[in-house]
């Protein structure tokens, strides 16, 4: 990566010409936390968008589906603490009402504002305070790391990334946000992530390549196993570089490709790293799967299994529990050929125990980073998945309960 | 239930001509506890059994596989402790040898006697124990509560049941344990069960009834979502009460299928109170689904949802979490048409939340069994789910870890 680009800081800020803006309107119990923000751009964008596949879609997911039939857009204002779902038509309405709020105040058409909510499903936003809070919003390029904040829900830090990178020979810009914690797994899943770059990119390729970019990176995240009604990914692109709009066949497409794969894949771990009471970040490399959809299929069941969950919470290599996951994820298995590493100790082979060195996985279990390697000996299908441990941390967080 | 049939002592030794008996012979490390139990009839039975579907399959599974192809069997050794599971040839050599010592023990060929092991993945069957404790077990009518308790794992309680009622105006039995814990979930899952019967009933309608019955109860059984590889339940009719043999034209086939399902379903419903770290039960009832494949669909993903789960741990009527869950699970979900409710009282409208009364819900959600009924209102499907809550006890029980 070292020759491709370089990190930068304000993430979602740092591409010439966004802006970013946030304030603390009460929707969170906690008064004077962050839980409304802006980002808009100068300059109408080229939009691409990911959404959830949940039936159960949030009316802010709805607006955005909607709008993104353009493809354009310029701006999206984003609340924590209420995830506007399972409110039908009021709810939509609310969704349309916080897009126009935004427009006035930035003085634009609502429809080149997104919106996004997340929090607490089944409960009306409280118009009210966004009504108050929107035009409160001081607007900077300095303030795209306030913005990777105010979006957050039991994330315990923000998660942000920027990159520059060289396009027809001038610096450019990519930066990143997202927010993750629980109800985290394939595909997406209370995640919100949010894309911004000063390349000038073609829509259908930028979409196809943001499609493929969350195929390998967010949706290959779990926390645990539920899976979100508000999933949002957009990506803004303004063009302000002034290249020549990128398509497949462009020089430099590979460039920006690798750049969008890069942050994405590290918001993505960086979520995992975040999960709800996490106190370890597992990375499961799968290959030799028939194909890549079951080394997929093979590679996220372990991060959605409570079962191996604990055990590693516990630091236990018990790989018959790696195996048993494995095996049931619907992939293809031959429980005489499977062979599973712990960092790099071999622990099975040809779906059995051999004799490893026991300090070896030990230390490789002990660490906040697990590294879990499965070859399934059928065929070159590989895939990586992240995830992390299930802790008393995640049901404290889940079950404790005031009225 | 009260006209058809009532209950009766001794589980699987209930119907006449059955013994069983257990030993401790040090497989599970706490000495003293039992760990290794034999079923036997007296004379030889029809056999009907069904299993893990499961890619990892342990080799007591696959021994059961072929020797059910025969439809007759007389008894079965089980031990817990050792699940005999990513054990290869030897492991399939070694519950081959399991059922050599049960027949010497017994006096029968091998063909007639089934196995089962349950416990950790991955090493193979301590042999000399299993060789040392198979001739000290000692038989009798009596041990069927014993059997039940040599076969649990982390249960904390055994799991059995037997009824009595008449078929062809004569008292006859059906008799059945379970043990379950963790790593359960559709299908079965480290679940095994024994039923036992003295009516004479026809092997392909055997087969049949107990297919039914399982696909209604104990696959609709989760734990933790995790699928175990040992999953096992057979049932052994011997014919000791001179009947015409059952089949579907038989007058009394439908008490049988009554007597049957009730024993599955409550033993169903224990495995799932005694889930691992389990304070509630909870009963999840889906109608008014597409069909019945998507109420099963919808019913168990909240049996294996974590968010809903914590949120049962804590008494919390998060209905949102209910209906994120349910329209996840791939049925077919009209986000503005569903409603919940939590026990008797309604929660959630046409997708959204009315003013209902919080006392109710909230003292609903406070005992150790809570109802959960999701009506989608698209057809007619109906279908049933059990599972227990997401607790500290449950991590434990999974994480703690000594070398």
């Given amino acids: 990566m070292a020759e491709l680009f370089h990190e930068i800081d304000h993430c979602v800020t740092a591409p010439q010409?966004?802006?970013?803006?946030?304030?603390?309107?009460?929707?969170?119990?906690?008064?004077?936390?962050k839980d409304l923000a802006i980002l808009v751009s100068d300059v109408p964008c080229t939009v691409a968008g990911v959404f959830t596949t949940h039936n159960l879609r949030a009316a802010p997911v709805l607006l955005c589906q909607e709008r993104l039939q353009d493809g354009q857009g310029q701006a999206v204002v984003v609340n924590s603490g209420n995830a506007n779902c399972a409110t039908g038509e009021q709810g939509l309405h609310n969704a349309y009402r916080m897009t126009e709020l935004a427009a006035t105040k930035l003085g634009l058409a609502p429809e080149l504002i997104f919106c996004s909510s997340t929090g607490i499903i089944g409960r009306q936003l409280p118009?009210?305070?966004?009504?108050?809070?929107?035009p409160q919003i001081e607007l900077s390029p300095e303030y795209g790391d306030?913005?990777?904040?105010?979006?957050?829900?039991?994330?315990?830090r923000p998660k942000r990334l920027a990159l520059e990178f060289e396009i027809e020979g001038q610096a450019v810009r990519l930066g990143g946000v997202t927010k993750g914690a629980g109800m985290i797994r394939p595909n997406m899943a209370t995640m919100l992530s949010?894309?911004?770059?000063?390349v000038a990119v073609e829509r259908a390729w930028l979409q196809q390549e943001l499609r493929d970019a969350v195929n390998d990176s967010y949706n290959m995240v779990s926390v645990d196993?539920?899976?979100?009604?508000?999933?949002?990914?957009?990506?803004?692109?303004?063009?302000l570089a002034g290249n020549t709009p990128l398509n497949a066949q462009h020089p430099d497409a590979e460039t920006f490709r690798q750049a969008l794969r890069y942050i994405t894949r590290y918001l993505a771990r960086e979520m995992a790293r975040d999960g709800e009471g996490a106190t370890k970040l597992q990375t499961i490399y799968v290959r030799g799967a028939r194909d890549k959809a079951d080394a997929v299929l093979a590679a996220r069941s372990l991060t959605r299994s409570?079962?191996?969950?604990?055990?590693?919470?516990g630091g236990d290599p018990n790989w018959g529990r790696i195996a048993a996951a494995a095996g049931s994820s619907g992939c293809e298995f031959d429980q005489n050929a499977f062979d599973i590493f712990i960092g790099e100790t071999q622990i099975a082979a040809k779906g059995m125990a051999i004799d490893y060195d026991q300090d070896q996985a030990h230390a490789a279990m002990?660490?906040?980073?697990?590294?879990?390697?499965?070859?399934?000996?059928?065929?070159?299908?590989?895939?990586t998945a992240w995830g992390c441990d299930l802790t008393h941390g995640y049901i404290d967080e889940n079950s404790l309960y005031t009225r």
């Fill in 17 to 33: 010409g966004f802006r970013a803006g946030t304030t603390a309107c009460g929707i969170k119990s906690d008064a004077g936390i």
């Fill in 127 to 134: 118009m009210k305070k966004l009504e108050a809070g929107i």
């Fill in 146 to 156: 306030a913005f990777a904040e105010a979006i957050m829900t039991t994330d315990t």
């Fill in 194 to 198: 949010y894309l911004t770059t000063d």
């Fill in 225 to 239: 196993g539920d899976m979100s009604t508000n999933d949002t990914c957009l990506i803004f692109a303004n063009g």
């Fill in 306 to 313: 409570p079962l191996w969950q604990c055990a590693l919470a």
């Fill in 366 to 383: 002990a660490g906040d980073e697990v590294l879990i390697t499965i070859d399934l000996h059928l065929g070159n299908g590989e895939a």
